[in-house]
């Protein structure tokens, strides 16, 4: 963990006096108008690489480690461009006082933006200090041999990196331009590192925020509604008040809390508290609807996202359609933050994936200035998407201000994130294609229903805690994320070549629950709906699913993968066995990310419904790799969890509240159902741009699994989750 962390007084690394620098030209090409990746946004080269008097050098990212790897990957990346060893450097994540601000670590970004950004630092820092050792030990640059962060001539001479920036300015403006590396030069990427997050996790060590004890903590618990709609009737926070080790019950207006100095006592408290309040809780939730009929019946504002050729080509029709269920992140670990009001001062631990945004909202919430808080990101316990980690940390802040000048620590429980997170939103796709007689689509018409896939902070009404307070703040109003990469309609548009096609978005800003990003946002059902009825249209026309979509795809890098995939699963030499069947699946992430294709062999038991899924194989193409490991990892992971949500999850509820606030009421995937053999096979494109890869699986995965298991039994089922007392109801 950053030694940060136990200094909130520090400020950030551009506001240091006495900065190392160097302030010399770099002979390339002039800076044009954009940069590539993130530095178009921080375009100086010591938002992201530092050299330190002790010849150190600090690597800064505004992207946040959440599981993927990307701590392993960005230092790849910079050990590659300058030469020195990964273990050698010093990575500093998202800091709202260090490191440049990149938003939210989300939509598969990372690589795509941050690496980027610090690929071409890193080479720029690197080919200036060339130059500079050069003209300090005057010899041609190319004689020069370099030795991590040491210089060093034929005849023995050497020069260090903090040599070299001494007495010199280091805040230079980036180009565009990534100067070539020395010959012979080391190759950090394209090979497996061991990640540097593992060994803590495995060993126990500090490795989570949910892990940090500071000095002197206290500990908070907040008491939430039974719904969202429920009315405080009235709270006896005397007797709360006076259980052992309480020092506060903080309440304004249905926003309640305890803190106490001890974990258990807070529990005790908070449990306390809850039985003390009462509450009214109306009967608003649309239980017993089917999730289609739910979500038809919000408003909704449409928009066609795609018009090409001419609509109504004539052929044979077929239509479909196919329904997502509101699900969770269902994170592992339950939200945490730790927050301490000091001097005037906020510091904020937080896992949320978003420091500098979560950063406004707070300040928001408080009335406070932006430059009063620090927001540090510390990883958590099964964070990813837009789950409680933002909320938690309003409920903190608001618990600091009640107790200053001692840290508090807020852990929510089960029920707290089951029932309280931002769900993934329920949706409801139509297809509707007709095919000519030679087998090919001549018309495509494709709508989608969805509420709203961003909502995270940048404003306090975007906070849970800002919206139960006695002055609350309103959510603003959510608006679509836009083309080409989508929120409802990420991935509606197809990569299919298809002369005539239409596509409408109909977003509906309000629904039942809040909800926003959970991994790949709309692409998972997008992507279930296309490619499954990608699989109807080729039965319709007698032709191999395989075959019908190469048939369908011009881009060579899309065929190569798709032909990888059926390959190595070996699809042309498959033999079909009782009870088993095989299902494909390609897409290629918000048409502009890392192409994946899965094929999958399930076996399905009818007079159960259990669905196992035996084998799988995946091609992924997401240009350079950098960690074949670390992509090959996003990969599994990204199936595994599509497979959890594909055949077993979905919110439950009555009309009054969340019912699903277990893993009782909201079963994931267990050990046992994860496949017996799963692998991943990369194409990897050296010079060619990263790609995004953390959400290329999800619904590919899906839309594998249902053709699989159409293949095996027969029952095409096109309302998720695939669960058991579906199948059974189906086959009845």
Not at 108 to 124: C, F
Not at 360 to 366: G, H, N, Q, R
Not at 644 to 667: C, H, K, M, N
Not at 680 to 697: I, K, M, N, S, W
Request: proline share 7%; aromatic share 6%; hydrophobic share 45%.
């Amino acid at each position: 963990m950053d030694q940060d962390l136990q200094h909130p007084g520090r400020r950030r690394f551009l506001a240091s006096g006495g900065a190392l620098t160097l302030s010399f030209a770099l002979p390339l090409r002039a800076a044009p108008g954009a940069l590539p990746g993130s530095l178009a946004d921080e375009p100086w080269l010591d938002a992201w690489i530092r050299v330190g008097a002790d010849n150190r050098v600090t690597v800064f990212t505004g992207k946040v480690e959440l599981g993927q790897g990307i701590k392993t990957a960005l230092l790849q990346v910079a050990a590659h461009e300058l030469q020195i060893d990964p273990g050698r450097l010093i990575l500093i994540t998202a800091d709202t006082e260090r490191t440049p601000d990149e938003g939210y670590t989300a939509g598969s970004h990372s690589m795509q933006d941050s690496a980027t950004a610090i690929r071409h630092a890193a080479a720029q820092v690197r080919a200036l200090l060339h130059q500079k050792a050069a003209e300090r030990l005057q010899v041609p640059a190319a004689a020069l041999a370099q030795d991590n962060s040491v210089f060093r001539a034929p005849d023995g001479r050497r020069v260090s990196f903090s040599e070299l920036v001494a007495g010199s300015e280091q805040h230079l403006r980036a180009t565009d331009a990534l100067p070539p590396r020395m010959p012979n030069a080391r190759r950090h990427i394209g090979v497996t590192l061991p990640r540097v997050d593992i060994p803590g996790k495995l060993k126990g060590q500090l490795a989570y925020l949910q892990d940090i004890r500071l000095p002197a903590m206290m500990h908070g618990r907040v008491v939430r509604p039974p719904s969202p709609g429920a009315r405080l009737l009235g709270v006896d926070k005397a007797a709360v008040a006076r259980l052992p080790g309480v020092l506060e019950v903080v309440q304004d207006g249905r926003f309640l809390a305890v803190i106490a100095d001890e974990e258990y006592r807070a529990v005790k408290a908070a449990k306390a508290l809850a039985q003390a309040a009462r509450w009214e809780v109306p009967a608003t939730l649309p239980a017993g609807r089917d999730v289609a009929a739910q979500v038809r019946s919000l408003p909704s504002s449409p928009q066609q996202v795609l018009a090409r050729g001419v609509p109504g080509t004539a052929g044979r029709s077929l239509r479909a359609s196919y329904t997502r269920p509101y699900q969770l992140h269902a994170s592992i670990g339950p939200s945490c933050a730790i927050a301490l009001l000091e001097g005037g001062r906020y510091t904020v631990w937080t896992h949320s994936q978003g420091v500098y945004p979560l950063r406004a909202a707070l300040a928001e919430l408080l009335g406070a200035p932006e430059e009063a808080l620090r927001c540090i990101h510390a990883e958590g316990s099964g964070c990813y998407g837009h789950n409680g980690a933002d909320d938690v940390a309003a409920d903190a802040v608001l618990l600091a201000r009640a107790f200053p000048d001692l840290p508090v620590r807020v852990q929510w429980m089960r029920e707290d994130e089951h029932a309280w997170e931002p769900f993934g939103p329920a949706m409801v796709a139509d297809v509707q294609a007709s095919l000519d007689a030679a087998g090919r689509i001549v018309d495509w018409h494709y709508e989608v229903w969805s509420q709203a896939h961003a909502t995270r902070p940048g404003k306090a009404g975007n906070l849970l805690a800002a919206t139960l307070l006695a002055r609350p703040f309103a959510p603003p109003a959510p608006k679509p994320i836009p083309q080409p990469e989508g929120g409802g309609d990420r991935n509606a548009i197809p990569y299919y070549v298809l002369p005539n096609a239409r596509v409408t978005h109909h977003f509906q800003p309000a629904g039942p629950f809040r909800t926003s990003a959970l991994r790949s946002l709309g692409a998972y059902c997008n992507v279930f709906a296309i490619e499954s009825f990608m699989d109807e249209l080729a039965r319709a026309a007698n032709t191999d699913p395989v075959a019908f979509r190469l048939r369908h795809l011009a881009d060579p890098r899309a065929i190569e993968v798709v032909k990888l995939a059926a390959a190595k699963f070996g699809w042309d030499a498959y033999k079909k066995t009782p009870r088993r069947g095989r299902g494909f699946a390609f897409a290629r992430y918000k048409n502009s990310a890392a192409y994946c294709a899965v094929a999958l062999e399930v076996e399905v038991a009818l007079e159960t419904g259990f669905v196992r899924i035996v084998r799988g194989d995946a091609a992924v193409d997401c240009g350079e790799v950098v960690n074949p490991d670390g992509v090959r990892n996003q990969i599994e992971g990204g199936i595994v969890q599509s497979a959890s949500w594909t055949l077993l999850e979905g919110v439950r509820f009555d009309a009054g509240r969340v019912l699903s606030q277990d893993w009782a009421g909201y079963p994931i995937l267990r050990f046992n159902g994860v496949p017996e053999r799963l692998a991943v096979h990369l194409l990897d494109r050296p010079g060619q741009p990263f790609l995004g890869t953390g959400e290329a699986a999800q619904g590919p995965a899906a839309a594998a699994l249902a053709n699989a298991v159409a293949d095996a039994c027969g029952l095409r089922v096109r309302e998720l989750p695939l669960d058991r007392a579906r199948l059974r109801r189906l086959q009845a």
